[in-house]
Structure formats: structure tokens, C-alpha cells
């Protein structure tokens, strides 16, 4: 499982992503699952973040979801009209 930071604003999300694809690519197999839990402080940073690790795990074949989705986030998600892309963790 990946896990987000508590903080994932526009300062963070490059090395937050770098470092989410390393994680990512060191798990050769199974489902990608991104933690969000801990996150509290974002912007839509956060959601390019996501979407490059569901792009990331696609090209990879295989499948992506995400656990704790902040309820604001996924507001936001569904402004910009991607909270399908998103799926949540079962």
C-alpha cells in the first residue's frame, strides 16, 4: 500500500509523487492501493498526484484504487469531473 502524506499541496506534489512511483514500481504485482487517510491539508495538487499514480499503475496492468478519500477531496475530484477515475478501497 502507498500511503499520502498529511500535507499534499502544489510545494510537496513533486516529491510526493516521486516517491509514490518508487514505491509503486518496487511492487511488481497486485492491486495498487493509495492510503489517503493521514492527508489533511491538500490542494488539487493532490488529484494530479493521484491520477498519475493510476496512470502509472494502468500502464503497468494493474488495477488502482484509493483508501480514506478525503470526503473534500473527492468534492473537488467531482468539480474537475474525475471522481470516477478514483475508485475507493474495499
Known sequence: MLVLP????????????RMLLQGLRSQPTG??????????RF?????AVLLECRRESFGLGRSFAVRGLPARLGALAGVYGVA???????
Do not use: G, K, R
Open 6 to 17: 498529511a500535507e499534499l499541496t502544489h510545494a510537496q506534489a513533486t516529491a510526493s509523487l
Open 31 to 40: 492491486a495498487v492501493v493509495v492510503d489517503a487517510t493521514a492527508l489533511t
Open 43 to 47: 490542494d488539487s495538487s493532490a488529484l
Open 84 to 90: 470516477e477515475l478514483l475508485p475507493a478501497a474495499v
